[in-house]
């Protein structure tokens, strides 16, 4: 093949040699075309990468949380289906539970806490003379109450020492398990205000649901505009969409940045590969020393752009598993909240009276152990529950000075631990006969309540 | 007189408002675990040998947990019932007009109903469900729902001098003092270490408030300084189930536990306790003291028993 005839071929001559020279000129062309076209592509082919790479980045940031100190309550289904397993747990061992937070949160509590936090002097004698100037106006007073404070309102100052205590306790990576309102029911249950409490919370250091807005608006950028809108509103309660719309929208990107590369970018660099290595074929000669480099910097960019588009379908293609994965996971959490709430509601109907066995939880004054009762006359007899441990009522190993029930209780509870009714309940229908039935007039007039 | 045997586990005793002769009656059968209940409408005999007559039973069907007393209308009952409901009931109307309503919107047992004294129109309702509702017997929904507690909600308890003042004891072992125009609780008394009972004013010092307790002990408390109880009582041996101030004698109050004593306690005396009555052969978890009728007491318990005696009395003498 003689490549150096430069001459247009005539379309009879030997085809070869016509195409090789039309071949020649085109290639020529468009090879220079794509030199140009592939060095302006590679800066921007950085960028993507670089900035596909700083999103997924995005992505995995967002997840790290400290702890939990970003979640409440609310906002998780496992934590509503573990206050569900809760009530059922209290059903049985209320005392036990009733003393949440665990000891673990007290162990906090009395590591921040130095001295005692029964209140100073000064606040309660201010309160007390407030007080005993407003008794007399509480009782006459019918306007806003904040014009003349009331005596059952707080009116103590902050107490700066206690809300530093809590802070102390909040951060405690045991208390940042426990769910939000456990921690406020410990707080308020020690003795802290409202006030305190709402303070206590509002300056826990470690904000992470900001931190991590921070840093997503910082470095992804398309979702910036969303979570930075959505972050600073309400730190706690987004979080979790915040997570899901980050994974949508870097998968959305992903997408399309894929899409783009394989419609466009891939078939222009393979049709440059393809053409510059036909080109190869035809014209060896001349640009040997030039071709192979360029052969080999299409073939490496190419490679890389196919590298960088595996990349990101992969990404996408985890990320989409990932979502899969949650929506399962969401769903199989939704199924086991129903069952065990149907659970519940079984359990409640046909469970003991917890509250009759709430009261009954021991207390650390006294080791009475021993219930010296004798048998009555009806012939009842008491169970000690410390020395009879009944293993059917587990409430029994945990109280030692709990009160003693009667045999026919604990007949009953047994039988309702085993899903019987006992014999002698009666269907009744106890609704309002008549639903629209107007209160009679009263015969008796109140007697006036004369003001002592 | 003597006692008066129900057939059903006693859950609460109240003395009717307006007629120093009625008494309500709260039971449940099972010892309130699963069953019926009943609400009874006593009549107290006038003289001491006669025995006390049932004028009205209403039977429900789930247990009768609190009882209370219309302070507008002299034949008004209200009951808190385990499943959830509300029942008013008129004992003018024959039975098979009662009840009169049924208010369902707590979502667990109503442990307590108590009527406020001085506006006479509304009564609020302490439920399991962490939650207190206002309700006014003309409507057929509540007024408003306080929700803070973090557990059960034992007791509410209307300040007898300020018709907007209410004070409610709970297991998450707060007491919280609430006033219905301010949208939360106004006040978070710490009361005691473990659950709280019951909770009562003192009707003769708006501030002062005992609390009954599952660690064995009352507390009285002042609300303008509320850190430190002015006293602890202790003397029952199990826990208090429920206390209550005199009508008519400011420091005197009453108390019944687990151990099965009623107790009379005068918290301003240096040895507080001022009476024990053993009558009791199961848990006394009602008692009330008389309105009208100065020293007159009631209790009963799950011994399925409902004693009135006078105090300095014993109950048991027939």
């Known amino acids: 093949m003689q490549a150096t005839e430069r001459t247009p071929a005539s379309g ?82 209320e005392f036990l539970i009733s003393r ?50 009331s005596v059952f309102v707080n009116s103590e100052p902050v107490r700066e020492e206690q809300v530093q205590n809590a802070v102390k306790f909040l951060s405690h990576p045991k208390v940042q398990v426990s769910p939000v309102i456990y921690r406020r029911s410990f707080l308020e249950k020690k003795g802290l205000t409202k006030e305190e409490v709402d303070q206590a919370f509002r300056r826990l250091p470690d904000s992470s649901p900001s931190a991590q807005t921070s840093t997503i608006t910082q470095e992804a950028a398309a979702p910036s505009g969303v979570m930075a809108s959505t972050g600073p509103a309400n730190r706690y309660s987004f979080h979790w ?94 199924v086991q909240l129903c069952e065990i709430k149907s659970v519940g509601v079984t359990v409640k109907n046909l469970q003991a009276n917890s509250h009759a066995e709430k009261p009954l939880s021991n207390s650390d004054f006294s080791a009475s152990t021993t219930i010296s009762r004798q048998p009555y006359a009806n012939g009842k007899i008491y169970w000690d529950y410390s020395s009879v441990g009944r293993s059917s009522i587990p409430r029994a190993s945990l109280e030692p000075s709990a009160a003693p029930h009667p045999r026919s209780y604990m007949e009953i509870m047994a039988m309702v631990q085993r899903w019987e009714g006992p014999p002698n309940m009666k269907g009744i229908d106890d609704s309002r006969p008549y639903p629209n039935q107007p209160i009679s007039y009263p015969s008796l007039n109140p007697r006036m309540k004369v003001d002592l | 007189m003597p ?21 309500a009656v709260a039971t449940a059968q099972n010892f309130g675990i699963l069953g019926n209940g009943r609400v009874h409408v006593l009549s107290i005999p006038p003289s001491p040998g006669a025995p006390i007559v049932e004028t009205a039973a209403y039977d429900t069907a789930d247990a009768v947990y609190d009882i209370a007393w219309s302070e507008s209308h002299d034949s008004l009952l209200v009951a808190a019932i385990a499943d959830g409901s509300v029942k008013v009931y008129d004992t003018n109307l024959p039975p098979a007009s009662n009840p009169l309503r049924s208010l369902q919107e707590h979502t667990r047992e109503v442990h307590a109903v108590d009527y406020n004294p001085s506006r006479r129109d509304s009564f609020l309702t302490a439920s399991w469900d962490d939650s207190i509702k206002l309700w006014t017997v003309d409507r057929p929904i509540s007024v408003r729902t306080f929700k803070e507690h973090a557990y059960c909600v034992y007791a509410a308890a209307w300040n007898p001098r300020h018709a907007d ?42 501030c002062i408030l005992a609390t009954a307790s599952v660690d064995k002990s009352i507390r009285v408390w002042d609300v303008r300084s509320f850190r430190v109880p002015v006293t602890v009582l202790n003397g029952h041996n199990y826990a208090v189930r429920k206390v209550k101030f005199s009508p008519h004698r400011g420091s005197l109050m009453i108390s019944c536990s687990y151990d099965m004593t009623v107790c009379l306690w005068d918290y301003m005396v240096e040895d507080a306790l001022v009476g024990r009555y053993d009558h009791h052969t199961e848990f006394a978890v009602g008692v009330d003291m008389s309105v009208l009728v100065e020293g007159l007491l009631a209790s009963t318990g799950w011994d399925e028993l409902v004693y009135v005696w006078q105090h300095g009395t014993d109950p048991r003498a027939p």
């Open chain 1, 241 to 334: 969409y915040l997570a899901l719309l980050a994974i949508g929208f870097l998968a959305g990107t992903g997408a399309g940045t894929v899409i783009f590369f394989k419609k466009s970018v891939i078939p222009r660099s393979r049709s440059l590969v393809q053409a510059v290595v036909l080109r190869e074929e035809i014209d060896v000669s001349k640009e040997t020393h030039l071709r192979p480099n360029l052969a080999e910097k299409t073939a490496a960019a190419a490679a890389a752009a196919a590298d960088i588009a595996q990349a990101s379908e992969e990404l996408l293609n985890s990320k989409l598993q990932e979502k899969k994965f949650l929506g399962e996971i969401m769903n199989l959490l939704d």
């Open chain 2, 165 to 206: 003042v209410f004070a409610s004891a709970s297991g998450d072992c707060t007491v919280r003092v609430w006033d219905v125009r301010e949208p939360g609780s106004t006040m978070i008394i710490p009361a005691h270490d473990f659950e709280v009972l019951y909770t009562d004013w003192n009707k003769y010092d708006d």
């Open chain 2, 3 to 23: 006692a008066f045997k129900i057939p059903f586990n006693g859950y609460s005793v109240k003395f009717s408002p307006f007629n120093e002769n009625r008494l």
């Open chain 1, 12 to 93: 009879t001559e030997g085809i070869e040699d016509g195409k090789s020279a039309a071949v020649t000129t085109i290639l020529t062309k468009s090879k220079s075309n794509a030199r140009d076209r592939l060095n302006k592509a590679m800066p921007w082919v950085r960028v993507l990468e670089a900035a596909i790479c700083m999103s997924s980045f995005a992505v995995m940031a967002a997840d790290k949380t400290q702890g939990w100190s970003g979640d409440t309550f609310d906002r998780y289904r496992e934590y509503r289906l573990s206050a569900v397993y809760k009530r059922l747990e209290r059903l049985q061992f």
């Open chain 1, 100 to 149: 949440s937070p665990p000891s673990a949160a007290e162990e906090g509590w009395e590591m921040s806490t130095q001295s005692g936090h029964d209140g100073k002097q000064d606040p309660v004698e201010e309160t007390a003379q407030r007080g005993s100037g407003d008794a007399q106006t509480a009782g006459t007073e019918t306007t806003y109450p904040k014009s003349s404070p």
